[in-house]
Each structure stands twice: as structure tokens, then as C-alpha cells.
């Protein structure tokens, strides 16, 4: 998988989860609330899964960084991505 492809999988994951936790903090019944809850949560730590995997130098396999735009040049070997 492309870096910029995760990276979109990633804010994706992370945006879904938050609005499904928050929605999930609104249902009355308690037992329902936990149940969305935990499904906005998984949802948010799949993305977070996707990031670690995947958000990574095509070349040096080293780590890129998660946050904001993806980057022209890795921080590790140097190379453009």
C-alpha cells in the first residue's frame, strides 16, 4: 500500500471513529452507549494499525511521520518520495 494511501486510511479512520464515539456518548441506554462506543474505538485504533504498518519510506522501510501532509523526502535515507 502507498504511504499517501494510508496516510488517507489513517485521518479517515481517525475522523470516523471520533464522530462514532461522540455519537455514541449521546445514546440514553448505557449498555448501547458502550456498545458504539467500543466500535468508534476500534475504529480508531485500526487507523492508528494502519499508520504504523504502512506509513513508511518505499525504499529504507523507515518510519515517516504521521502527522500533517506526507513529506517529499524521507527524514531517514533522504530519498524523494
Not at 3 to 26: N, Q, T
Request: aromatic residues 12%; proline residues 4%; positive net charge.
Amino acid at each position: 500500500m502507498d504511504h499517501r494511501k494510508a496516510r488517507k486510511i489513517y485521518w479517515l479512520c481517525l475522523l470516523i471513529g471520533s464522530i462514532v464515539m461522540v455519537l455514541g456518548a449521546l445514546v440514553p441506554d448505557e449498555i448501547l452507549q458502550k456498545i458504539i462506543m467500543g466500535v468508534g474505538m476500534a475504529i480508531y485504533i485500526i487507523g492508528f494499525i494502519v499508520a504504523f504498518c504502512f506509513i513508511r519510506c518505499p525504499y529504507c522501510r523507515g518510519a515517516l511521520d504521521w502527522r500533517g501532509f506526507s513529506p517529499d523526502y524521507c527524514q531517514h535515507c533522504g530519498k524523494k518520495i
